[in-house]
């Protein structure tokens, strides 16, 4: 059964940065595209950004563009969220999730029921 695993969340204060981790296992990592989700109390989870493990190309939410960066290392099969710029509305629970990788990624790498394997959720507080 396909694994991810996510982890790096915690407490940082506004401007401060983080690095979130997401390990897959059993997973053919060629045969899929892996997205970033969050998702604040209160409010409906919301796309992040997206990344191909093949080719590296990757796509960001207008939210955290500029400073926010995802990156694999295929040899772990591990894909990273580097947070840096940190701001108080960053505040969620941030997931990772596989997306069955076809030429429909490239127009659906936002949509998360496009996703078909989820991790448990690392929680992120970024204070004032």
């Known amino acids: 059964q396909v694994q991810l695993v996510e982890s790096g969340g915690g407490l940082v204060q506004a401007g401060g940065s983080l690095r979130l981790s997401c390990a897959a296992s059993?997973?053919?990592?060629?045969?899929?595209?892996m997205g970033w989700f969050r998702q604040a109390p209160g409010k409906e989870r919301e796309f992040v950004g997206a990344?191909?493990?093949?080719?590296?190309?990757?796509y960001y939410a207008d939210s955290v563009k500029g400073r926010f960066t995802i990156s694999r290392e295929n040899a772990k099969n591990t894909v990273y969220l580097h947070m840096n710029s940190l701001k108080p509305e960053d505040t969620a629970v941030y997931y990772c999730?596989?997306?069955?990788?076809?030429?429909?990624?490239?127009?659906?790498?936002?949509?998360?029921?496009?996703?078909?394997?989820w991790g448990q959720g690392t929680q992120v507080t970024v204070s004032s």
């Open positions: 059993r997973l053919t990592i060629s045969n899929y595209a």
């Open positions: 999730a596989a997306y069955p990788y076809g030429s429909t990624w490239y127009s659906n790498f936002n949509d998360e029921k496009r996703y078909n394997y």
């Open positions: 990344i191909r493990w093949t080719g590296g190309n990757t």
